[in-house]
């Protein structure tokens, strides 16, 4: 015996031919999509016992193989499919309850029509996210940077002649700079994708503020028509673009609970109070941003070929907007030039643009630590004590100054040292 849980109607009007069917698994959801001629009239409905996820394609016809479908197996077991005259029937075999989300998509880059179904744990429990209030009362607590891998899944970004896509570049990139900040004592980093699957706008900004970051680094390779156009940019958000996320935050302020991290809440505010509130965190988040993204900029002029244009670009990008958290957003290069593109495949220039954005990044943090993190409290104090086990570069890393800094500041000829012994820290 089953019971029938939801139904779902879709018309959208022809007969089309299944081409493919595909999925993308992200730590939140399973999408499955379904490459189609064209627009295709659906529904779908999901089973009980066994759980099970039905979606009937009116008039379409299968030209795929379905044996060969790669299944991710965090939710379906299995994909199986039956035709007759009018309708196409696919059938999942589901491990557990699911709740579903449909849409259609029109062609796009390479892609043609899509029918795309978003299928999620109905029972998942949301992690438990701690307020920024009781961040604060952390001590040495690690400085928190989102990373950002810009496009992924069914969103390819731009591409280069040679084929590359700009949502690989991105990830590749993102899981090297990840990476550096992971292995650098007082900075914790995470991604806001670590695969290939698509992260909308403002989930991105969700899982910033959800992860208590305190920056958010948005990567991402530039597209022109013009394949002559190269360089790197970094782009902060505009006055103009703060202002409308103004009014959008004020608009929905019943819902802003977790608005300055937490510490704020602007439900009951009275609405001249909450403009103020955020008024105030949006120009220090923008302030932060010009600090950070120049020092990165800086960092990036000085080992790339060449910058698109002179200073710091402002633009109103959705990732960009946060009352709550510094962001930037970092242009690597032109994919659509060949010569950059080339560039951007390579190990060697992934691994420059990483190591670029994190001294950036770093130099940024050593004048404008929060409190209460590690790096703050390098600042306080600086001189360092050598203990058993304490090697040159160890403490040059933590410090964030290099080995030659170091042995220059304190006149040491070379890398030995001895317990008990004092060396000051210079300043960078």
């Not at 849980?5 to 999408?31: H, M, N």
């Not at 590749?172 to 290939?196: C, H, M, P, W």
């Amino acid at each position: 015996m089953f019971k029938l849980a939801l139904l779902f109607f879709c018309s959208s009007a022809v007969a089309g031919d299944v081409k493919g069917i595909r999925f993308w698994q992200d730590p939140e959801k399973t999408r499955l999509v379904f490459d189609v001629s064209e627009q295709v009239d659906y529904k779908l409905f999901t089973l009980e016992d066994p759980y099970r996820l039905v979606v009937d394609l009116q008039n379409a016809k299968l030209k795929t193989e379905i044996d060969t479908v790669d299944v991710p197996q965090a939710l379906v077991k299995k994909v199986r499919a039956s035709q007759s005259s009018d309708k196409l029937r696919v059938v999942l075999d589901l491990k557990r309850g699911v709740s579903t989300k449909d849409f259609l998509l029109k062609p796009y880059q390479d892609y043609g029509h899509r029918l795309v179904i978003d299928i999620r744990d109905k029972n998942a429990q949301k992690p438990v996210v701690k307020t920024a209030s009781s961040v604060i009362k952390e001590k040495n607590r690690d400085i928190i940077i989102a990373i950002d891998a810009g496009h992924g899944g069914e969103d390819p970004g731009a591409s280069g002649k040679k084929g590359t896509r700009e949502k690989n570049v991105t990830l590749a990139v993102a899981k090297r700079l990840a990476e550096k900040i992971n292995a650098q004592k007082g900075y914790k980093a995470f991604l806001t994708r670590s695969g290939d699957y698509y992260v909308g706008l403002e989930e991105r900004t969700r899982l910033a503020r959800n992860n208590r970051a305190d920056l958010l680094v948005s990567l991402h390779a530039d597209g022109f028509t013009d394949s002559r156009v190269k360089g790197a940019s970094v782009w902060v958000l505009s006055t103009r673009g703060a202002n409308s996320e103004m009014g959008k935050w004020l608009e929905q302020r019943e819902k802003s609970s977790d608005l300055l991290g937490g510490v704020e809440s602007l439900q009951n505010k009275d609405p001249l109070v909450a403009k103020v509130l955020i008024d105030l965190s949006m120009h220090y988040s923008i302030g932060e941003s010009l600090k950070a993204g120049e020092e990165v900029r800086k960092k990036l002029a000085s080992s790339m070929p060449k910058m698109h244009g002179k200073g710091l670009r402002k633009a109103a990008f959705v990732v960009l907007k946060m009352p709550d958290i510094p962001a930037m957003l970092v242009e690597m290069a032109f994919i659509s030039n060949p010569e950059e593109e080339r560039l951007l495949r390579t190990s060697s220039q992934q691994n420059k643009i990483a190591n670029a954005v994190f001294s950036g990044v770093q130099k940024y943090f050593r004048a404008n630590a929060p409190d209460g993190t590690y790096i703050a409290s390098l600042g306080q104090e600086r001189s360092h004590k050598v203990k058993r086990g304490d090697t040159l570069s160890e403490i040059a890393a933590s410090y964030g100054v290099s080995m030659n800094q170091l042995k220059k500041h304190n006149k040491l000829t070379s890398s030995n040292l001895r317990i008990g012994q004092v060396l000051s820290i210079p300043e960078v």
